[in-house]
T-cell receptor, first 108, second 114 residues
């Protein structure tokens, strides 16, 4: 069983819709990261969370440490948001554990 | 800054051949790591380094070798390629180890082993 589970696996939305991607983990963590993988394959870091909530533009990330759950929200989605979104957790050491990703397609 | 660079972008090998995937960063990061990405699976850690001269194994180290002679470079060696090593390989770096630092990823190397 993967220590990091994401849902949904695939998501199709109309432009302008509010989108939520979920990440649940089964172990104690020091930090959780949200990553974006572009259709061309490149991976960029979006957020690092250890508590609470962060906002960057139309993206919002939240984490509930007690419930071992994090969400990534995209407001007013746009076709350029189409990508794979990956959740990764660090348990305080040198290793990250990654979810399998959520593939998002935003249709104009 | 070029960030994290990887070469080559694509490679085809025959079973039993060896090769080195190159990774370099120009951000003076202590921590560097190699991941492989396979369909339906999350990124998995192969090897990592917390500084020049220091390397350690990750989740899936078998069949791979690494060294870190300088802060900038962290090459990954495939000793005797097998079809199971067909994958996309990503190198990443961060300022230090641990979870509180942003990870910077290279563009990836797509490897096919026939």
């Amino acid at each position: 069983k993967n220590e990091v589970e994401q849902s949904p696996q695939n998501l199709t939305a109309q432009e302008g819709e509010f989108i939520t991607i979920n990440c649940s983990y089964s172990v104690g963590i020091s930090a959780l990261h949200w990553l974006q993988q572009h259709p061309g394959g490149g991976i960029v870091s979006l957020f690092m969370l250890s508590s609470g909530k962060k906002k960057h533009g139309r993206l919002i990330a939240t984490i509930n440490i007690q419930e071992k759950h994090s969400s990534l929200h995209i407001t007013a989605s746009h076709p350029r948001d189409s990508a794979v979104y990956i959740c990764a957790v660090n348990r305080g050491g040198n290793q990250f554990y990654f979810g399998t990703g959520t593939s998002l397609t935003v249709i104009p | 800054n070029a960030g994290v660079t990887q070469t080559p972008k694509f490679q085809v090998l025959k079973t039993g051949q060896s090769m080195t995937l190159q990774c370099a960063q120009d951000m003076n990061h202590e921590y560097m790591s190699w991941y492989r990405q396979d369909p339906g699976m999350g990124l998995r850690l192969i090897h990592y380094s917390v500084g020049a001269g220091i390397t350690d194994q990750g989740e899936v180290p078998n069949g791979y070798n690494v060294s870190r002679s300088t802060t900038e470079d962290f090459p990954l060696r495939l000793l005797s390629a097998a079809p199971s090593q067909t994958s996309v390989y990503f190198c990443a770096s961060s300022y230090t180890a641990g979870g509180y630092n942003e990870q910077f990823f290279g563009p990836g190397t797509r490897l096919t082993v026939l």
